[in-house]
């Protein structure tokens, strides 16, 4: 039985589309986007999935993402993920929380 060797693996990133390394180093931190930017790409991503009945918001309060799926039809809400009972207990977590630790210190 003859055996195969992988090919070595590299560091550099790769162009899926066209197999070539960009040379850059992979970034292992998340991208920051500022409120605005973030904004404006979920209401583009929004705009797209419309039709399909799924919409993204992210929580003024907390900066949570909130997935909802709707009836594309009727609006009607389906499935919402995190529910707003969860939303609510995380929202009461959090103002715990601040008021049991003291930031003037």
Known sequence: ???VSAAPATTEPTNVMSG???GAPLSTKP???SAESLTENLQKLNAGLQRFGIEFEVSDI???LITRVVDSETGELIRQIPSEE???IARSLTQTTSLLIDTSA
Do not use: I
Request: glycine share 0%.
């Open 20 to 22: 070539a390394h960009s």
């Open 31 to 33: 991208a920051e986007l």
């Open 1 to 3: 039985m003859e055996r």
């Open 62 to 64: 907390d900066n949570r």
């Open 86 to 88: 969860v939303l609510r």
